[in-house]
């Protein structure tokens, strides 16, 4: 789908939501410590109180959902939580981005999923460079930040990179929106992920 068309119709997800009143949570004093379970238990829900809305061959999944906290979907190790590595750095866009490298890869057809990344971060709970002489651990479920805008529209982008290869210059070693949602436990484009406690 062109990127164009693309961000209209999440923009259009999160008119709706927001409309309904579902798009951004109450703010919280304080959010959750940790993220609950996904329907794949093995995992954390990255954004609580999201709604899917991946777009076919998408690099990732697109959560919709107006800053609203971010957590690790698995424990694993921060190649880097920083400024940069998006190409949506335009108007209101929002600037950060993290990478982790998992402890336990997530076997995927043959392969492993290796490496999360997630993008369009407003804020976030550490920063560190990539290329860090000491990298920090996160726990599933730790929180990485808080959700942004990409290309004009309140949401997260989630990506499951395979096999160690993280340069995203080979669609051969990123998984596509679809099989984001099936790792995640099956979800569909639309869903409330689990609300927030």
Known sequence: MPIAVRSLAL????????????????????????????RNPRLRSPMPG??????????????????LPVYAVAAGTLDYSERGHTLWTRG????????????EPIPWGGRKITHVYYTHL???????????????????????????IGNGV??????????????????TYILRED????VMGGYKNGELLLPRR
Do not use: C
């Not at 209101?92 to 402890?103: E, Q």
């Not at 804020?123 to 996160?138: D, N």
């Not at 099989?179 to 099936?182: D, E, F, L, M, S």
């Open 11 to 38: 923009a259009a997800l999160v008119l709706v939501l927001s409309l309904t009143g579902s798009a951004r949570a109450a703010p919280d004093p304080a959010p959750p410590r940790t993220a609950p379970e996904l």
């Open 50 to 67: 999201g709604f899917l809305g991946g777009w076919q061959g998408d690099t990732g999944l697109d959560i919709a959902g107006d800053h």
């Open 92 to 103: 209101r866009d929002t600037p950060f981005s993290v990478r982790i490298a998992l402890d």
């Open 122 to 148: 407003s804020k976030l709970a550490t920063e560190q460079p990539e290329g860090a002489a000491t990298k920090k651990h996160v726990e599933a479920g730790e929180p990485l930040g808080v959700s942004g």
């Open 154 to 171: 309140p949401h997260l982008h989630l990506g499951f990179l395979l096999d160690g290869q993280v340069e995203q210059d080979s669609w």
């Open 179 to 182: 099989a984001v949602r099936k």
